[in-house]
């Protein structure tokens, strides 16, 4: 894939103050933050409809000091999440992002549940890995379909313009400083558009195969699970103007990926006491050390598959999600009421499965260093059969404390701002600092800040 980075043409199609160039959580977030403070706003997005990244996750973000979290009793701040953050990615991060991520997400979720009434609550009923509070927050379905439809419901009632099945495909920059885009029609007609300041919110790489071969070689033989319209605009205008990039080997991956469904299977179902095992019946891993990890870890055994085993008990917690009722209405979720119906069921060879099973302790370290804490598996017994996938890619676009973009100079471009999967995030150098929820918080934040600042207007 090649982008062109040339001159704004003497007369433009259209003229705005702010652009934003993807309809994902980050760029209408970023529409309505920048609505707010009296910009005329333009939000361009490739889709038919807007649905990006965001309408494949569950939606969730994490956020620390929330009125939701004091509801619930939950005692948190943004320096025990930043803790949190940067254990999980052994320091690799950015300090000042981590803490302007974490310093600004609670108030962020407070502006969305206040002004827009967007019905957040805590996930009270389990914990993420990483995270020493339950501070992920979602809609009632727990969809980032719902979280998308909710956002641009929001921004088309306050009568935000988002025109579709546009793909910028140009950016027009001169002496330093962003003018514009151009963007191709489904008719292969192109449409110019001038701006006083450019979002980029159209997320990372992960759909370029290319990309995804030269900066994450560990990942490239997992299912791609992300957006097909991540395609890496952002990182290849970045290169091409001298911006700086930072953390390209970082991305978020995921081992339960139910197949050959394609359906996300919540990591709930391992946190609550579940396991995986192998096409021997065979565990091959600590399954606690997080879900990111989980997609080496599975794509590492033979054929690349992998079982995941639970129970009805954890089921029950895990249909608050849509993916996972979705995964037992077609069938992906096995259940029976004997550990031998289950290994038949699921083609496991019965004697090293139930082998397996006997071993996991009730309570305690087990071989893998694993802790149990939860009750042991008990009738009826669940499995299904799982990969391992790319979600998306987390390095980006370093930007400063109002989402601008910094040259590798350590300057930053005046009105070029990114966010969400466009912008570097905070999960370390590769997938084992990803926490949950990283990709959503800098959609989020990064979005909100980039549509409030006003620093352009100079």
Known sequence: MTVDVTAAPDVLDLTCETLVVGAGAGGLIAALAAH??????????????????????????????????????????????????????????????????????????????????????????????????????????????????????????????????????????????????????????????????????????????????????????????????????????????????????????????????????????ITQGGIQVNRGGSRFWNEAQGYSEAARAVLAQPEGIAFTIFDGRIASIARQFEDFKQAEGVGAIKVSETLEGLAQDLGLPVEPFLQTMAAIPASGKDEFDREFASQKLSAPFCGVRVTGALFHTQGGLRTDD????????????????ACGGAACGVSGQSDSGYLSGNGLLSAVVLGRLAGQSVRHRL
Not at 102 to 125: D, M
Not at 402 to 417: E, I
Request: proline share 4%; hydrophobic share 35%.
């Open 36 to 269: 707010e403070t009296g910009q005329s706003v333009l939000v361009v997005e490739a889709d038919v409809v807007p649905s990006g990244s965001t309408a494949l996750s569950a939606g969730l973000v994490p956020a620390a000091g929330t009125k939701a979290q004091a509801s619930e009793g939950i005692d948190d701040d943004a320096e025990l999440f930043a803790s949190d953050i940067q254990t999980k990615a052994k320091h690799q991060n950015e300090q000042q992002l981590v803490e302007l991520l974490t310093q600004n997400a609670g108030p962020s979720i407070n502006w969305l549940s206040e002004k827009y009434h967007l019905p957040f609550s805590v996930i009270t009923n389990f914990d993420y890995p990483g995270h020493s509070r339950r501070r992920m927050h979602g809609l009632p379905t727990r969809s980032g379909a719902e979280l998308i439809d909710a956002l641009r419901s929001t921004c088309e009632d306050s009568e935000i313009d988002i025109i579709c099945e546009r793909r910028a495909t140009r950016l027009f920059y001169e002496n330093g400083k962003i003018q514009g885009i151009a963007v191709t029609r489904p008719d292969g007609g192109t449409e110019t558009i001038g701006c006083e300041k450019l979002i980029l919110a159209c997320n990372g790489f992960g759909g370029n195969r290319d990309l995804v071969q030269r900066f994450l070689p560990d990942i490239e033989s997992g299912l791609w699970f992300g957006h097909d319209g991540n395609r890496g605009e952002a990182l290849l205008w970045g290169q091409a103007i001298g911006a700086e990039l930072n953390h390209l080997g970082a991305y978020q991956g995921h081992g339960n990926v139910a197949h050959p469904h394609g359906i996300l299977i919540t990591w709930a179902v």
């Open 402 to 417: 109002d989402a601008r973009v910094y040259r590798t100079d350590g300057t930053v471009f005046p009105n070029l701002y």
